[in-house]
């Protein structure tokens, strides 16, 4: 059982389909690593055992009588503790909003319910998303499961963490100037900030409005697809969700690549481009070209503003979302 810790999200899915592992089996061995691991980590600020036994137990009898309700039912996955949850505290790593449990569930977090998904509890996180290190929690910092010395990224600390540890298949995390992309990147997992509008952020403590996105972060790139499957869609709730289609992302990612013709800004190699990175960047490009992509210097001459206008527009916007709290009104 223990291998079975690190397998992916697409991996225990053919599994429990073939009947060789349940979802409760598998919900026991990421609360299990959990209590054992956490402690050094500190990825998750509430752990719901109860909870996801009991979905874990609901998942198991759907597939018993031939009833699942998709493929991430059963699927043991956690959330950033920004998510407003009707059975669980949504702190934003905050001692300002600890102990609040919200009357309802996020869009997103519905989704998931929705699909089966068993929800182990809520993620560490940098306090109110705002940080790169989740050394900024009001609880406690988030430790790199590679290196417990080193930090875990931010603002998604705890998910990018949680997934690297197997503390659970798959979280979700937000993304306003980076905070899903940069964690995953030092977790050494796959993390996805989608097009603005492609997910829904009803539920969603806000920090700046016109770039807080959702998106899943998982061990693959399958995963990753699987994930956005569920949450991606159109929302009346959130004015500023796309009304378009959601194509199937998980079946696209066994298809062939059709060669196309890839830019690379001139702008992005910079001279404090870390050697490493710009290896890993070239080898990517290299692999593309091999498929029979056309690889094109281009150039987008406004980068040089890009950090200038975020801290802008998500230092104004936060000031304004966040003033709820501030004991005034």
Not at 304 to 320: D, K
């Amino acid at each position: 059982m223990s291998e079975l810790i690190h397998k992916t999200i697409s991996e225990i899915i053919s599994l429990m389909a073939e009947r060789k592992v349940s979802s409760l089996e598998l919900t026991n061995l990421c609360l299990n690593h959990i209590e054992k691991n956490d402690p050094k980590i500190g990825a998750y600020l509430h752990v719901d055992r109860e909870g996801a036994i009991q979905q874990a137990k609901g998942a198991d009898a759907r597939r018993e009588k031939k009833e699942s309700k998709g493929a991430l039912d059963g699927v043991p996955l956690a959330l950033k503790d920004i998510f407003l949850t009707n059975d669980l505290p949504t702190t934003c790593a905050s001692k300002i909003l600890e102990n609040f449990i919200a009357p309802y569930d996020g869009t997103v977090v519905k989704k998931l319910k929705d699909a089966g998904a068993v929800i182990l509890g809520k993620l560490n996180m940098d306090e109110f998303a705002m940080g790169s290190s989740n050394e900024h929690s009001a609880y406690k910092p988030v430790h790199n499961p590679w290196d417990l010395e080193r930090v875990a990224g931010g603002s998604s600390g705890g998910s990018a963490a949680s997934v690297a540890a197997s503390l659970c298949y798959g979280s979700l995390g937000t993304d306003t100037g980076g905070s899903i992309r940069q964690p995953s990147s030092l977790n050494g997992i796959v993390g996805l900030k989608p097009t603005y509008g492609r997910v829904s952020r009803y539920g969603v403590i806000a920090f700046a409005s016109s770039l807080d996105q959702v998106g899943p972060m998982t061990k693959s790139v399958k995963d990753a697809a699987l994930m956005l499957n569920t949450i991606a869609g159109h929302d009346p709730a959130d004015s500023t969700s796309a009304n378009t289609p959601v194509v199937d992302y998980a079946s696209s990612c066994d298809e062939k690549i059709t060669p196309i013709r890839i830019g690379i800004p001139k702008e992005y190699f910079v001279g404090e481009l870390d050697s490493e990175i710009a290896d890993a960047i070239n080898q990517a490009i290299r692999v593309y070209q091999n498929m029979g992509c056309e690889i094109v210097d281009i150039s987008l001459p406004h980068t040089s503003y890009a950090i200038a206008t975020y801290y802008l527009i998500a230092t104004a916007e936060a000031s304004s979302n966040l003033a709820r709290y501030d004991g005034v009104r």
